[in-house]
């Protein structure tokens, strides 16, 4: 794959017309978006059709979680919509379930192991009794077993994740920050380059793009690094 395969840049803004405007400015450079609940919920959804439809690829960053019945009925819709990724939390059984509900389709499922905002501290407050990467690593075999397409998180699980689950699975990795930019309300970060040399197949980059004096030039300049780590 190429940088350009491998970069998504977050649809991260309150409405559609913003997004349309960074896809427009963006132009060719970027081939793949993720539109998570900010989106979603102001008429993104028909936005990620249009854009699959156009050719894009859409990460939709849903992280469905329910019983069983819920999430196939879920993902057998968002299959049908076109988008090429789609995450749900890695709680074993709806994993299978998805699993079973997208087979026969395109679509790569991904599971997400722990938000790249928690720390050690903020799984104790949850109720868990893991520290951030046991229970990334745990969720991450539990994601391979089931037959997942992929996994979501922090690059700096990314090496021991990919220990994990092979090679062959993708594993994409927000909380991508170029040096010098501000780490927002992310706690587990790392550079492009670094992440692609960790083992990451795939980054999320929002707000290093979109917020961007000029998210053009930045995306370029993500783009350039990436390619100098291949």
Do not use: W
């Not at 993720?34 to 028909?46: D, T, V």
């Not at 156009?54 to 019983?67: A, E, N, T, W, Y």
């Amino acid at each position: 794959m190429t940088p350009r395969d491998r970069l998504i840049v977050g649809l991260d803004v309150p409405t559609v017309r913003e997004a349309e405007k960074i896809v427009d400015t963006l132009g060719n450079e970027i081939l793949f978006y993720k539109i998570g609940y900010q989106l979603a919920f102001a008429g993104g959804l028909e936005f990620a059709r249009e854009l699959a439809q156009s050719g894009r690829k859409i990460f939709l960053d849903m992280k469905l979680l329910d019983i069983d019945n819920t999430v196939a009925s879920a993902v057998e819709n968002i299959a049908k919509m076109g988008m090429s990724m789609l995450t749900l939390h890695a709680y074993p059984k709806a994993m299978r379930a998805a699993v079973a509900a997208a087979k026969g389709s395109d679509l790569c499922l991904l599971g997400v192991t722990v938000l790249t905002s928690m720390d050690e501290q903020d799984l104790v407050d949850a109720g868990y009794e893991y520290d951030p990467h046991t229970l990334v690593l745990k969720r991450a075999e539990q994601a391979r077993i089931a037959g997942m397409g992929g996994i979501v998180c922090s690059a700096e699980e990314a090496n021991a994740v990919r220990k994990v689950i092979g090679p062959d699975m993708a594993l994409v990795t927000p909380g991508i920050r170029p040096l010098g930019a501000d780490k927002g309300d992310q706690k587990r970060v790392m550079t492009p380059a670094d992440a692609l040399k960790a083992g990451s197949s795939h980054l999320v980059v929002a707000r290093p793009i979109v917020k961007a004096a000029d998210p053009k030039a930045a995306a370029q300049a993500i783009l350039a690094e990436m390619a100098s780590a291949l």
